[in-house]
């Protein structure tokens, strides 16, 4: 009896390291995202004149390189210095993105709205991993078929530009982003993961549901 009550606060005191762990992690790659836009600000001659398709492909060979490094080594030191160079490289090219926002007071309101929303539908879906501690693993298939619907809807929206089809990506990514919130969080619960693989999981979700509010939040604006 005295083996199982040790085994049992060993796996217990593992679990709250796993949880302190990841979530230090993802406090921390949001500061380094933090930086890295303040740093992008200074750059931004450079990165406007690579062009919109030049901006593109290097913003997603950088971000999801250094994001595959860190995958590749998450089970030692070189994880947690590509997962560093991922989170800073994501503000760094957001940097242009956030320029025009601050240069407008329209935008700066709706970029402070949609940093609350995402804020609250974020704890809120937290907590309710944590209390209900479910395990929402059955939703992976479903998010994955929504996400691949949704890049290819993006993909569609480079070259044709319809207000119709921003606001079924934004409105169809905000309840999928909010998903997998609730997926990734329910994985960490589980402990279904490494700290690094769960950290970069929850960090995209928290940033692609806050653009997604933000764009869905604009085009609600422009058609007051």
């Known amino acids: 009896m005295q083996l199982n009550t040790q085994t049992i606060t060993i796996t217990s005191e593992e679990k709250k390291a796993l949880i302190a762990k990841t ?9 380094l995202m933090a930086v890295g836009t303040l740093v992008g600000l200074n750059f931004l001659p450079q990165l406007l004149s690579l ?24 089970r030692n030191i070189l994880g947690y210095v590509f997962f560093s ?9 957001d940097a242009p993105a956030i ?3 601050f240069n407008s007071p329209v935008l700066i309101d709706i970029f402070w709205q949609a940093f609350i929303l995402t804020a609250i539908v974020t704890a809120s879906l937290t ?4 209390i209900s501690k479910k395990d ?22 480079l070259f044709w530009h319809n207000k119709t089809l921003e606001f079924l990506i934004s409105g169809m990514g905000t309840f999928l982003f909010s998903g997998y919130i609730l997926y990734d969080t329910s994985r960490l619960v589980h402990e279904k993961g490494t700290p ?3 950290a970069i999981a929850l960090f995209l979700d928290i940033v692609n549901l806050f653009w997604m509010i933000f764009n869905l939040l604009e085009i609600l604006k422009g058609e007051e």
């Open 85 to 93: 160079l991922f989170t800073f490289s994501v503000g760094f090219f």
């Open 51 to 74: 062009g919109k398709w030049g901006f593109l492909i290097v913003s997603l060979l950088v971000t999801i390189g250094t994001m595959f490094l860190a995958l590749i080594n998450q």
């Open 196 to 198: 690094i693989e769960i």
């Open 127 to 130: 907590a309710y991993a944590f």
């Open 99 to 101: 320029a025009v926002i």
């Open 136 to 157: 929402f693993s059955f939703l992976g298939g479903f998010l994955f078929t929504g996400l691949i619907l949704i890049v290819i809807m993006a993909v569609v929206s």
């Open 23 to 31: 979530y230090a992690l993802l406090s921390f790659g949001f500061l």
